[in-house]
């Protein structure tokens, strides 16, 4: 069979399992009797494997064969959830993400997984000593019917209702042709008798022909056995008809584990478990389609923008309403598109539980962390890109900030560690913050180290607060921990993690209080393609600002131009903000010496800020940021470039690159 | 022993019917080449029971089926099918149909059939 064509959607899935897998683990982790949760991961695990065979990925299969295996036992009471189950399941889930994530890149999916499952194999076999007693019934022949809890339902209210529930099995001739249309008829005579509940195989199946030449029935009804035989032998083709009562207990040898736990809690349990996720309707697209559908539109929005320009031209009104009312809808059309673009950062936040059990244990610290805002949205590039930056942040607060549990103790804190992971979005940005209660930063340590390693000089670093001593731990080769260990501390991270958010248009600061534990605050922008600017002239060029760093316009005077150390200042209330002129920056050639440079561009980047001398506005105009290719990475101070209406070509400033 | 209307656009398959019913003691009251030409007859002759094959000109079984119900809503029917006809047999069935056969008849399975369906 080909199954190209359903391997994108065969990745997404396993995912999804893979993640729900993952998530009730923890769940089963704090709740070992919680039987539902073990039937949870156990129909994950089912469905994984049947999806891996069909799709020819013998490992994947193969492990998730096995896992099912403990886990039905355990979901049937003959093993005892232990630490131990949940470590090797836990690291049997791990293979399979890398498994997974290698058919992804487009590899064979291959892994040795002999080793995880004979430990599988082990605890499914080891423990089977201490087995429950209570003797397994041999499975019954007479009962093939597994219910469902709706199905159980019907059947345990029918028979509160006096009606009974018979099990029907109706051999047809054998020479009997038209099999499917046959069982039609033998289901629209049952159908006035009675409500049928459920068939073998399928009514799928049936109405396809799809059995040999019998099927079986189940349903409720008033009428006696005989009555009902003699109604299908009314029948033509039929061979024999066995009619037999059905009662639950007979088909709780086959699904006890699901009668179970209802019959247990019935229905106080009113938190609907996990894999009943609520239902809305979606559709998987594939990414590159709306990263397409995207492109086209900022086609649109080039062409929308020399529209705009002629109708300022032609000065025809009817024209103008037009193009106003297009750019209206443009304008929401762009909102939906980029919150198709949109997901929520949950999708990175997911990994972390299970990483910080992980790293907990082989620090033997005691960590609990704690995740909010999981449900906050951004736009698709960034959740691609921020997973690392932020693996490294936690790892850095487990391994650097909270300290080891005797530590604690000694300075007074509980035993257990906190760390909390928190998103939410604030104006055109989204924040996420990794915050600890550990030690909190040395300023000493860094101070010296900062020192030791050339980037500070020993008097600058008096003059330094503490905020801005905090900030070198991001300088690249710095690493404060006295002993490297396993987790992190290599000296390459922080650095790396800073330029990664940076390259995302966003920034990071720590903030950090000894003894009380520290802060790191990721800031990152809602979208990364349109951009809202002020388009200004410099000389005959034409540059935009992106206006979420912008703090003000003004014009100025010769005269409130002051020098300090040769460089130009200006007062801006009461603050003394730096000038730096785009011409000589961007080394524009003077075509027009009358020109004066003197309207300002005030941008802020954090608390500090600059001016930006320019010759004049020209307005706010939505653009579209287009890179400028490999050839031209890492120009000083542009970001991009983009379209405008009368088709010239506007550089985007970076305002970031020009405050210091 | 009861009245019955043939219903085949192939005078060879009425032929047989005809031919098999009548050793099984039943009356053959009439003959119908086609669906309209069925339900005319039908209504003519009120036969007890009717064959009625599927694919036919002027009118396919299943149209005539739900004619003849609205003629008499327990009109007797019994469908003669070829192979492959599942579809439509299960039409006709819904349509009012009592039973059916499938080509190549045998007397026994013809005569299961009518015993059941009178």
Do not use: W
């Not at chain 2, 469908?79 to 007397?107: H, R, W």
């Amino acid at each position: 069979m080909d199954t190209n064509q359903y391997i994108e959607v065969f990745l997404d899935e396993s995912r999804e399992h893979l993640q729900s897998v993952n998530d009730n683990l923890l769940k089963l982790e704090k709740q070992p009797e919680e039987l539902t949760i073990v039937s949870e991961i156990f129909r994950s695990a089912h469905t994984l494997k049947g999806m891996a065979a069909t799709m020819g990925f013998e490992d994947v299969a193969s492990l998730t064969h096995q896992m099912e295996n403990v886990l039905d036992k355990i979901r049937n009471g003959e093993l005892v959830v232990t630490t131990e189950v949940i470590d090797v399941t836990f690291s049997a889930i791990e293979a399979l993400e890398e498994m997974v994530e290698s058919i992804s890149n487009g590899n064979d999916g291959k892994k040795d997984v002999t080793e995880l499952v004979s430990k599988l194999e082990k605890i499914e076999n080891g423990s089977s000593t201490h087995e429950l007693h209570e003797s397994t019934p041999s499975k019954t022949s007479d009962t093939l019917f597994e219910m469902d809890e709706y199905q159980s339902t019907i059947i345990s209210q029918a028979a509160e209702q006096g009606y009974q529930v018979v099990q029907i099995t109706v051999q047809l001739n054998d020479d009997c042709i038209l099999k499917a249309a046959r069982a039609y008829m033998v289901f629209e005579k049952l159908e006035n008798k009675g409500e049928i509940v459920q068939t073998i195989p399928s009514v799928e199946e049936i109405e396809e022909g799809n059995f040999e030449q019998d099927f079986s029935l189940l349903m409720v009804t008033k009428e006696t056995n005989t009555d009902i035989e003699k109604v299908i032998h009314s029948v033509s083709e039929i061979n024999q008809v066995e009619v037999s009562e059905f009662t639950l207990e007979k088909a709780n040898n086959n699904e006890k584990q699901e009668s179970k736990p209802e019959s247990v809690t019935p229905d106080t349990n009113t938190e609907a478990p996990q894999g009943k996720q609520k239902q809305s309707k979606t559709i998987r697209v594939n990414l590159e389609r709306i990263d397409n559908l995207m492109n086209l539109f900022e086609e649109v929005v080039i062409d929308r923008s020399r529209l705009e320009d002629l109708a300022q031209k032609l000065k025809e009104p009817e024209l103008t309403e037009t193009i106003e009312n297009m750019t209206r809808v443009t304008e929401d059309m762009q909102g939906l598109m980029l919150s198709m673009r949109m997901v929520p950062v949950e999708q990175v936040f997911n990994r972390f539980p299970r990483m910080v059990r992980g790293l907990a244990k082989e620090l033997e610290k005691e960590i609990n962390l704690e995740i909010t805002g999981a449900d906050t949205e951004l736009d698709r590039t960034v959740i691609d890109e921020i997973g690392d930056p932020l693996v490294h942040l936690i790892r850095n607060s487990l391994d650097h900030g909270v300290e080891s549990p005797a530590k604690r103790r000694e300075s007074g804190k509980p035993e257990e560690g906190n760390v909390s992971l928190r998103a939410f979005h604030s104006g055109n940005h989204v924040f996420i913050e990794i915050e600890d209660d550990g030690a909190g930063i040395n300023r000493d340590k860094v101070e010296a180290k900062a020192i030791e390693n050339g980037l500070l000089s020993a008097e600058h670093s008096e003059v330094l607060s503490d905020e801005e001593i905090y900030q070198l731990i991001f300088s690249s080769g710095f690493s404060t921990a006295d002993q490297i260990s396993d987790i992190s501390g290599r000296g390459v991270g922080l650095d790396v993690v800073r330029s990664k958010i940076e390259s995302l248009g966003g920034n990071i600061i720590v903030e950090s209080e000894p003894g009380k534990g520290s802060k790191f605050s990721i800031q990152l922008p809602l979208t990364l393609s349109i951009l809202s600017t002020l388009l200004v002239n410099v000389q005959d060029e034409i540059y935009a600002v992106p206006l979420s760093a912008i703090v003000e316009t003004m014009l100025l005077d010769e005269t409130q131009i002051m020098s300090v150390q040769g460089q130009k200042v200006i007062d801006f209330r009461g603050k003394v903000v730096p000038i730096v002129s785009l011409r000589e920056i961007f080394d524009v050639p003077r075509q027009d010496e009358s020109k004066e440079e003197n309207a300002v561009v005030i941008i802020h980047k954090g608390d500090k800020m600059a001016g930006l001398l320019v010759d004049s506005f020209i307005g706010q105009k939505e653009v579209v940021l287009k890179s400028l290719g490999n050839y031209l990475r890492d120009v000083f101070a542009i970001s991009g470039a983009t379209i405008l209406g009368d088709g010239q070509v506007s550089l985007i400033i970076d305002p970031n690159a020009l405050v210091k | 022993m009861a009245n019955i209307l043939i219903t085949d656009d192939a005078a060879f398959m009425r032929m047989q019917m005809k031919d098999i019913l009548t050793k099984l003691g039943h009356q053959v009251v009439g003959e119908a080449e086609n669906g309209q030409d069925a339900v005319e007859k039908y209504q003519e002759l009120q036969p007890e029971l009717v064959t009625m094959d599927i694919t036919m000109p002027e009118m396919n079984g299943v149209e005539a089926v739900r004619e003849i119900k609205k003629i008499n809503p327990d009109a007797k029917i019994i469908m003669c099918s070829a192979m492959g006809q599942q579809g439509m047999v299960v039409e006709a069935i819904q349509a009012g149909a009592k039973d059916f056969i499938v080509k190549p008849f045998t007397p026994d399975r013809i005569k299961e059939s009518v015993e059941k369906v009178l």
